[in-house]
Every structure is written in C-alpha cells, then in structure tokens.
C-alpha cells in the first residue's frame, strides 16, 4: 500500500509477520499429521495450499492457530472515539500520542458526513472553538495534562496496534458487523483494514463476511428491565464483591504449588496468621507470585473522565465494563485543580460544558443522529466504569498508579480503591502501593520525585 501522503487518514497495515501465514499453516498440520515441527515447517511453503488448510481447520472451529500470525497496525488521524473503541481489545498492544504531554492545538479533528454543508460547517466552528479555548489554557499556565480535559472526542488520535490474527477477526467483526459498525468511521476503517489484510493473509480472511453476516450480537438487549429511580452514588470507588478469605486462600495455593503438599496440610499451616503473613510477604518477593490471581476483586469507578477511561483501559489484564460513548452524560464533568484554583478560567471552563452539553441537545432534538453526536461531548466529561482485577494485576495497577508521577485523577481513584481494599484483606494489600513503597526502590530514575521516605510512611499508615 501506499503510505507516500503522511498526513493521510485512516487505519493501515504496516506490518506482519514475516512468515505470513505459513507458521499459521504449520501449526494447523502439526496437531493432526506425522513428522517433526521442523518436517511440517517446510511442507508449509506453498501460499495456496496453506490458505485452503487455513480455511478448513478454521471453519472446524480450531481458530488458535490463527494466533500465529500477527499484524501491526497504524491508526492515523482518526477520532478519540475510534481510538477508545479500539484500545478495548485487551489482547492487543497499543502506543497511543499521549494527550498529557503532547500539545494538540493544531491536531484537527474528524469531521462526520452530515447531510448539509451548513451543517458541516457549523459543526468545524463549533468544534474549533474548544481547540481554541484549549490553547488559551495552555497559554495562561494550564498543563496540558489538565487543558486535554477541553478537547473534543472528534480530535484527531494517532496510535500502533499490534496483534495477533485471532484477536484481529474479532476487531474486524466487531468493526463491521457488531458495536462498531454503526459509526460510519469505525465502519470505514474496519473495510481498509479488511481490503490490507485480504490482499496479504488471503487465508485467514477467507469468506470473511459470509462467516459473519449471521454472527451473534455483541450488545445484549436489557429492554425488559425495569430499572428503579435512585440517587447515584457519592463514593468515587465502590467495592462491588471480592474473594472472602482471600490471604489464606492466596497462601493455602502459594504452599501447594511451591511444596506439592497436600490440601489438608496447607490449611493447617494457614490457620496460623502470622505464617500466612509471611508466605505473603515471602511471595511479594519473588517475580512471579501467581497464588495472587486466585485472589479477585471488582471494583467499581464513579466519574471517570473519558481522558482517564484511557488509563485504565491500558490495563490489559483484567476485566472491564465501559458504557457506550452515546450515553455519556454531557452535564457531567471533572474539574482539575489547577483550574478550580482560577476564578477567570473556572468560569470558562464550566461555559465550555454547558456549550457543549447545549449544542448537543438541541441537535438531538434537531433528530442528528446519535452516531454523530457522540462526537459532541469533552474529554473532561465522565463515565461510570467497572474493573475486576486479581491481586496479582492490582500490583501492577498500584505500584503506577498510586505513584506521584501517575495521572492525578487516576491517582486519586487508585488511592481510594486501594483503602477499600486494605480494609477487606488487610493481610494482602498492606503490602500494596507504588513502587516505593512495594519494593522498596524507584524505578523512575532521574524523574524521580524525591519522596521515597514520605511515600513509605504514607502508604505505611
């Protein structure tokens, strides 16, 4: 393909494994024919028999083998929606142009297909005066990191995907016949990416769409539930359901894998709270604690902003519930401190909102449809999400978030949930906090906040 204009948007293959589909082949004869791997590699070489192998082991419904080939994807100058549809697939890898550090004032923005010029037109001006807006508070002192809050969801978002050729169909599938396929944008970017990956895996994307056009909905229907009318919740983390007695649970599988005893003896050595702390504490030390993953817990975040939804979508290993972005509550959003502390820009900030949230109600009721509104709402604007993570991950999760250098309103979230936490299973996530603290040691070098001693004493207490 192509890729002589830079500046182009949309999404683009730029990458695969070097092998093609001729290890995904391999591996499809390996399970069923004699010989040795190697023996197998080399009868794997001719492209069209191993598209038509590839088709018949796939269609028997053995689609691991499609996981040997892997694509790496560029996603250029495509909507803030498309990229917190995409970052979503958990088995994939994403490097996303972080709106913390990078100035976006001149990154543009995409424009949806409307049906009249005037509309076109009054949608660009609408949306360049928040790009503006953004601007004047970098300009007056804001961080970026805190300005990013004004920029519209249509804003531009440049970001690589890697993945493996299972986890890629259902991207596909996802963009052209489930959730994504009734934005015109997602829909647009899952046929080029089906047109590249055709033309060079003709195998794996064999009647692609024929295997699709009856696929099972990926949105349940829950019209048959009467919701009552209730007051949301105040907490900025709820702790949903959790593993009872998980310290002794996470001990009792520490000391059957590590010292093959049997079930009866690892109770008993458990029933002593002090051995328990000090399995926990011996397992902490090590780099693979895996007794950890039988401990899990569901927590639920309360107003997270659509900039900090990125945050804890990065986290690939867990679990997580995101409300579509077309019920996005235009009259909610968060306030950074910095701006809270300046009346002038506090004022402007909150007209921003109410512009935003206006705009988008009378077009709604002008019958734009939601498919195009959803673009009308700020990166500051928030939603309710739902983890579940185990306490192996939720490690990982607090030693960057809780961190000084983390996200000040992920931090925040970390913090609280993290209390929560400690008061459930104690024994467990006494031990849990940034890396400082964790491990005894900062791993960020010379950015570095100086503070080890305060941090331990903090998380300490």
């Given at each position: 393909?192509?890729?002589?204009?830079?500046n182009?948007?949309g999404?683009?293959?730029?990458?695969?494994?070097?092998?093609?589909?001729?290890?995904t082949?391999?591996?499809?004869?390996?399970?069923?024919?004699?010989?040795?791997?190697l023996?197998?590699?080399?009868?794997?070489?001719?492209?069209?028999?191993?598209?038509?192998?590839?088709?018949?082991?796939?269609?028997?419904?053995?689609?691991?083998?499609?996981?040997?080939?892997?694509?790496?994807?560029?996603?250029?100058?495509?909507?803030?929606?498309?990229e917190?549809?995409?970052?979503?697939?958990?088995?994939?890898?994403?490097?996303?142009?972080?709106?913390?550090?990078?100035?976006?004032?001149?990154?543009?923005?995409?424009?949806?297909q409307?049906?009249?010029?005037?509309?076109?037109?009054r949608?660009?001006a609408?949306?360049?005066?928040?790009?503006?807006?953004?601007t004047?508070?970098?300009?007056?002192?804001?961080?970026?990191?805190?300005?990013?809050?004004?920029?519209?969801?249509?804003?531009?978002?440049?970001?690589?995907c890697?993945?493996n050729?299972r986890?890629?169909?259902?991207?596909?599938?996802?963009?052209?016949?489930?959730?994504?396929?009734?934005?015109?944008?997602?829909?647009a970017?899952?046929?080029?990416?089906?047109?590249?990956?055709?033309?060079?895996?003709?195998?794996?994307?064999?009647?692609?769409?024929?295997?699709?056009?009856?696929?099972?909905s990926?949105?349940?229907d829950?019209?048959?539930?009467a919701?009552?009318?209730?007051?949301?919740?105040e907490?900025?983390?709820?702790?949903?359901?959790?593993?009872?007695?998980a310290?002794?649970?996470?001990?009792q599988?520490?000391?059957?894998?590590?010292?093959?005893?049997?079930?009866?003896?690892?109770?008993?050595?458990?029933?002593?709270?002090k051995?328990?702390?000090?399995?926990?504490?011996?397992?902490?030390?090590?780099?693979?604690?895996?007794?950890?993953?039988?401990?899990?817990?569901?927590?639920?975040?309360?107003?997270?902003?659509?900039?900090?939804l990125?945050?804890?979508?990065?986290?690939?290993?867990?679990?997580?519930?995101?409300p579509e972005?077309?019920?996005?509550?235009?009259?909610?959003h968060?306030i950074?401190?910095?701006?809270?502390?300046?009346?002038?820009?506090?004022q402007k900030?909150?007209?921003?909102?109410?512009?935003?949230?206006?705009?988008?109600?009378?077009?709604?009721?002008?019958?734009?449809?939601?498919?195009?509104?959803?673009?009308?709402q700020?990166?500051?604007?928030t939603?309710?999400?739902?983890?579940?993570?185990?306490?192996?991950?939720?490690l990982?999760?607090?030693?960057?978030?809780?961190?000084?250098?983390?996200?000040?309103?992920?931090?925040?979230?970390?913090?609280?949930?993290?209390?929560?936490?400690?008061?459930?299973?104690?024994?467990?996530?006494?031990?849990?906090?940034?890396?400082?603290?964790?491990?005894?040691?900062?791993?960020?070098?010379?950015?570095?906040?100086?503070?080890m001693?305060?941090?331990?004493?903090?998380?300490?207490?």
């Amino acid at each position: 393909m192509d890729f002589s204009d830079l500046n182009t948007s949309g999404a683009f293959l730029v990458g695969l494994s070097d092998c093609g589909e001729k290890v995904t082949a391999a591996g499809g004869r390996v399970s069923t024919q004699p010989g040795t791997a190697l023996g197998i590699w080399a009868k794997s070489q001719d492209e069209e028999k191993n598209a038509n192998l590839i088709d018949k082991v796939t269609r028997s419904g053995h689609n691991s083998v499609v996981e040997h080939t892997y694509y790496n994807l560029v996603f250029q100058n495509v909507s803030a929606v498309v990229e917190q549809f995409i970052i979503e697939f958990r088995l994939a890898s994403f490097t996303v142009k972080s709106r913390r550090y990078v100035d976006f004032s001149d990154a543009g923005f995409y424009v949806p297909q409307f049906e009249s010029a005037e509309m076109t037109e009054r949608y660009k001006a609408h949306m360049r005066s928040f790009f503006e807006l953004y601007t004047e508070f970098t300009e007056a002192g804001i961080q970026k990191e805190d300005a990013r809050f004004l920029l519209p969801y249509c804003l531009y978002s440049n970001f690589f995907c890697s993945v493996n050729g299972r986890e890629f169909l259902h991207i596909l599938r996802a963009m052209l016949y489930g959730r994504g396929s009734k934005y015109p944008e997602i829909r647009a970017l899952g046929e080029q990416l089906l047109a590249q990956a055709r033309e060079r895996t003709p195998g794996i994307l064999h009647d692609f769409e024929a295997r699709n056009e009856t696929a099972v909905s990926d949105t349940p229907d829950f019209s048959f539930v009467a919701l009552p009318q209730t007051k949301s919740a105040e907490a900025s983390v709820e702790l949903l359901s959790y593993t009872p007695d998980a310290a002794k649970t996470v001990a009792q599988n520490a000391l059957i894998e590590y010292t093959g005893c049997d079930t009866a003896a690892a109770k008993s050595a458990c029933a002593d709270e002090k051995t328990v702390e000090k399995i926990l504490s011996a397992l902490l030390k090590t780099s693979r604690p895996r007794a950890l993953e039988s401990a899990n817990y569901t927590l639920r975040y309360n107003g997270v902003s659509l900039s900090g939804l990125t945050h804890f979508t990065r986290h690939r290993m867990h679990a997580i519930e995101i409300p579509e972005l077309i019920y996005t509550d235009r009259n909610k959003h968060i306030i950074p401190p910095a701006v809270q502390e300046n009346p002038e820009l506090l004022q402007k900030y909150n007209a921003a909102f109410e512009k935003m949230a206006a705009e988008y109600e009378a077009l709604k009721a002008a019958g734009v449809p939601e498919t195009d509104l959803v673009y009308y709402q700020l990166s500051g604007n928030t939603v309710d999400i739902v983890s579940t993570m185990n306490a192996r991950e939720l490690l990982l999760f607090f030693r960057l978030r809780t961190c000084t250098r983390a996200q000040w309103e992920i931090r925040a979230h970390a913090i609280e949930a993290l209390r929560l936490l400690r008061e459930v299973s104690p024994e467990i996530f006494k031990f849990y906090g940034p890396s400082c603290f964790a491990d005894g040691k900062c791993p960020e070098g010379k950015f570095s906040c100086g503070r080890m001693a305060e941090m331990q004493k903090v998380f300490g207490e």
